[in-house]
């Protein structure tokens, strides 16, 4: 006899939605930016209101390395430095055969040299022997693209940082602003600074900003190795936090780069934050001031100011210790532990499902097991042909994809719920079967916790969550803890769809499993999934076919030169 099977159908539906309801409302909330601040928030405080004046100054017209119009947006931020205090220099150099290659394809020249110039600014402390704290932006924007977000949304955040800092008096150690030339062009500003500039050996902690959009949270999404010491002090200091040692992961075996890849390449501790949402916007003419989600610069902005308040009152800043695993709780703290406590959820897991296995029996472990591995499976090879699909017989071209990102993300998540459906929405609850589901992502959990422990998380505490709701007869409890797991995973997928999406939709496969997997404790079972889960599979090829035969008008606005 199954001892934890609910009292009532009904019961279940009532927790199905209100489950389905709350995970959604923590979805949203997890993944909306903060109200942006007016220009007449405390002076301490950060406003975007405030830094939109430097947008809009910086971002009015394509300033790419070596035009008039970069000549003229560094004279205004030099004048802007300062008037903030900053001792003022610049840093000439050139750039490098490809950096001179690719800007001569942008402007139709064959120019043998091209000159670039960083801006420095340091704020001076009361110990100038200390180790100093570093802001890093770059100026620089690529041929035809106002740049407002990219970067001109970090270079305007940092000068609202430093004029909000000034209000606490002299800090303790010398803040110095890098606006660096070039990036666009292959990182030449960046790299020719951490080469050479005699600063860069009093440097002993980077924040670089960065964006990939026009909006979004954005997202601590990267430091230094051995980053325990950093990613608590983040997690002490910053109140509205947007982070995961997931997305360091991630982001660590991607080839991707940005200004803080030199960095890194030195003992200095680095905080590498960004915001990818509104794709269509990256490198497009239409990245304008006007387009630019005010409530994304508010939140680059806070963080960065609470992180470098954090780091100004530290006795010492963080060094290198041990990796630890760290994770926003929908925008409202940071979860932080050492890796090996990564055992504790699994274990709980492991004892949750063996206790469900002692009184219900093992029949139905094969097939809830085989059920996942199917879903797994399948759901990736859905997204992967619904995204083939909305290529049509083209080639994939990268600025098309990430426009069409809201586009996919609907895409892939009907495919994914429509398969679910399929595998298990004829089921009724069943606790042996649910275990067996559980199998398939506890072997998962644990492969990730022995190579890649500070990834693990995302699959070990929805693990223990799940069990502990096997072993509730509450169904409201059950119903809280799914949507606990299905609201972050919820999250998750709208940041790697926005990350990865484009190119590897089947990502989402994960995520959309453990989501799954979470509600099977509350699922009642339905004879109607399966046209369900057809409608939802039709809109998903609706979708794909959208894709394909109407680009996003942000795409369609990208110069042909930036898909070269």
Not at 326 to 332: P, Q, R, S, T, V
Not at 453 to 463: E, Q
């Amino acid at each position: 006899m199954n001892q934890f099977r609910p009292t009532s159908r009904l019961s279940d539906w009532r927790a199905l939605l209100v489950a389905l309801v709350l995970a959604a409302v923590l979805g949203v909330i997890a993944t909306t930016p903060p109200t942006p601040r007016s220009a007449s928030a405390p002076p301490a405080a950060f406003s975007a209101e405030r830094a939109m004046v430097d947008v809009r100054a910086v971002a009015a017209t394509p300033h790419v390395t070596a035009t008039p119009e970069n000549a003229r947006v560094r004279a205004y931020l030099l004048q802007r430095m300062a008037s903030l205090g900053l001792q003022t220099s610049t840093q000439q150099g050139r750039l490098d055969g490809r950096g001179v290659a690719r800007r001569n394809r942008w402007s139709g020249r064959s120019d043998a040299a091209v000159p670039l110039v960083n801006l420095i600014g340091v704020l001076p402390g009361r110990d100038r022997t200390r180790p100093a704290l570093m802001l890093m932006a770059h100026h620089d924007s690529v041929w035809g693209s106002p740049g407002a977000a990219d970067d001109t949304a970090g270079v305007a955040a940092t000068l609202e940082v430093i004029r909000a800092l000034r209000q606490d008096g002299p800090p303790p150690c010398d803040v110095i602003v890098l606006f660096t030339d070039a990036e666009e062009l292959g990182l030449e500003g960046a790299r020719q600074f951490w080469a050479s500039h005699p600063l860069r050996h009093r440097v002993g902690v980077v924040i670089n900003m960065e964006a990939r959009g026009g909006g979004g949270r954005t997202t601590m999404f990267q430091t230094s190795t051995q980053n325990g010491a950093a990613a608590r002090l983040y997690a002490a200091a910053v109140r509205q936090p947007a982070t995961s040692s997931l997305a360091a992961f991630v982001y660590s075996v991607l080839p991707n780069d940005t200004d803080l890849t030199e960095v890194l390449k030195g003992p200095q501790t680095g905080y590498n934050f960004a915001f990818i949402g509104r794709p269509g916007l990256y490198h497009s003419p239409l990245a304008t001031p006007d387009r630019l989600d005010q409530g994304a610069l508010q939140d680059m902005g806070a963080q960065v100011l609470d992180l470098a308040r954090g780091l100004l009152r530290a006795p010492e800043f963080p060094g290198r210790k041990p990796d630890v695993v760290f994770f926003d709780l929908f925008g409202k703290l940071t979860v932080i532990y050492p890796t090996w406590a990564g055992w504790v959820p699994l274990a709980g897991a492991v004892l949750g499902f063996g206790l469900v296995l002692r009184r219900d029996g093992m029949r139905g472990l094969g097939r809830g097991a085989g059920g996942m591995i199917v879903l797994l499976i399948t759901s990736a090879a859905v997204a992967y042909a619904l995204n083939r699909l909305s290529l049509g017989l083209g080639e994939a071209n990268y600025y098309d994809r990430l426009a069409a990102i809201p586009r996919l993300e609907g895409m892939v998540l009907c495919g994914g719920l429509a398969t679910a459906l399929m595998v298990f929405g004829a089921a009724a609850a069943d606790r042996v079967r649910q275990v067996g589901a559980a199998l398939p992502l506890l072997a998962v959990g644990l492969a990730l916790q022995v190579w890649a422990p500070t990834a693990a998380y995302v699959v070990a505490i929805p693990l223990g969550l799940t069990a502990l709701a096997l072993l509730l007869p509450q169904p409201e409890v059950r119903a809280v803890l799914a949507a606990l797991v299905v609201g972050y995973m919820l999250a998750l997928g709208h940041q790697l769809m926005q990350g990865v999406g484009p190119g590897l939709p089947s990502a989402a496969s994960l995520p959309l499993a453990i989501a799954t997997l979470a509600l099977l404790p509350i699922w009642p079972g339905s004879e109607r999934s399966r046209p369900m889960a057809t409608a939802l599979m039709a809109i998903a090829i609706g979708l794909a076919l959208w894709v394909e035969l109407d680009p996003p008008a942000e795409s369609r606005a990208v110069y042909s030169e930036h898909r070269k």
